[in-house]
Each structure stands twice: as C-alpha cells, then as structure tokens.
C-alpha cells in the first residue's frame, strides 16, 4: 500500500512513473505464490512474454535490454538492493521494518524475513501496473453507514459499506481482512438502521 502511496504523490507532483517492472529469480519462483495463480514451480504464461510483459535471462544486463531500461542502473541497482539485503535493514525504502511487513515476510529469510538478495538466475522481469484491491477512500458514511453529501447532511436511503465506503482505518490498510470486517460490522449497523424507518 505505502508503494502505491508514493506512486500516486509521484503523479501528482508532476513526476509520474513510466513504466515499472518487478524483478525476481528462480528461487522465488520455487517458493511462492505469484500474480495470485501462478503457483511455485509454474512457468509464467507464455502470453506475458508474447505481449512482452514478462522476460527471462540468466544474465541481468540482458534482462536490462529485453525491459529496455539502462543496463548500468539495473546492475547498479541489483547490487545495491543485494547489499540491503545482506545487512538486512532497508535503509532506502524501510522494507521489513514494520511489524505488518514482518507478519508477511518470510521467516526462513534472515537477518531480514522480507529481503534476500538475487544472486543466481535465471531472473524474470514482470511489468506492473498500479491497481486496486481495495479502498482506503470512498463514499463518507456516518456511524449508522449512511452516505454522507459533502456538507455532511445525510442522503436518505443510501447506506456504504466495505469497499464501496471510505473505512475506519482512514488512508491506511491494517492488513488482510480489515475491510470484510468493517463491512460486516456496518453492513449490520446499516440493516438495523433501515429497519427502523
């Protein structure tokens, strides 16, 4: 969620990211789950490669051209986040730091669950695009899940909950489950509330 954060300020501060990859090895393609169907151990679809949304290389440089972005900065890149790694504390972007990151990170990776370096190939680029999964925004509800106008009078009838409501949580994900949990809770309060009228 904070990447998508920081990719959106950078739109809207008139610097917005061309295209972004995400760059991963064959031991990880053994050990997880990837693009929610893509089981350990699965070939990437041949489609991603034909419409040129996935690569593989055994050598990063080549990988670097097939994305065509600069062969210097990837491997300046790699090297830097394989140092991260290594001493396991991400002085650059705080992976691993967070108890939430560190609840989702790997604990047979040390001294960081979250970072292992990309020392052996072959390697895999995947084109990513930011989307969403849920909402941390929304139509403004009330305590009953009514839908607030935006000088705060009630728009009778019309109740949100879950996604389709700005959360309790405000601008932040707490974590899986949150929002089916708030949605229940409210969907509830929302029922009873339309009951009475």
């Keep these: 969620m904070s990447f998508g954060q920081t990719v959106l300020e950078r739109e809207r501060s008139g610097n917005p990211v061309d295209s972004m990859w995400i760059i991963f090895d064959q031991q990880y393609r053994n050990s997880y789950v990837f693009a929610a169907n893509v ?52 002085s650059d972007f705080n992976r691993g730091r967070s108890a939430y990151d560190r609840y989702y990170g790997d604990p047979t990776i040390t001294p960081n669950p979250n970072l292992r370096a990309l020392d052996n190939g072959p390697f895999y680029a995947v084109k990513m695009t930011l989307s969403d999964l849920g909402t941390c925004g929304g139509l ?5 899940a009514r839908v607030l106008r935006e000088d705060g009078s009630v728009v009778d009838g019309l109740y949100a909950i879950g996604n389709t409501a700005a959360n309790a949580f405000g601008t932040t994900y707490p974590g899986a489950g949150a929002t089916i949990a708030q949605g229940l809770v409210y969907g509830y309060i929302a029922a009873r509330d339309a009951a009475a009228k």
């Design 39 to 90: 089981f350990p151990r699965m070939r990437l679809p041949q489609t991603w490669y034909d419409a040129g949304i996935a690569h593989q290389s055994d050598d990063l440089a080549e990988l670097a051209r097939m994305m065509t972005v600069p062969e210097a900065q990837l491997l300046a890149t790699v090297s830097r986040f394989n140092e991260i790694c290594r001493a396991g504390d991400d």
């Design 140 to 144: 403004c509800a009330d305590g009953h």
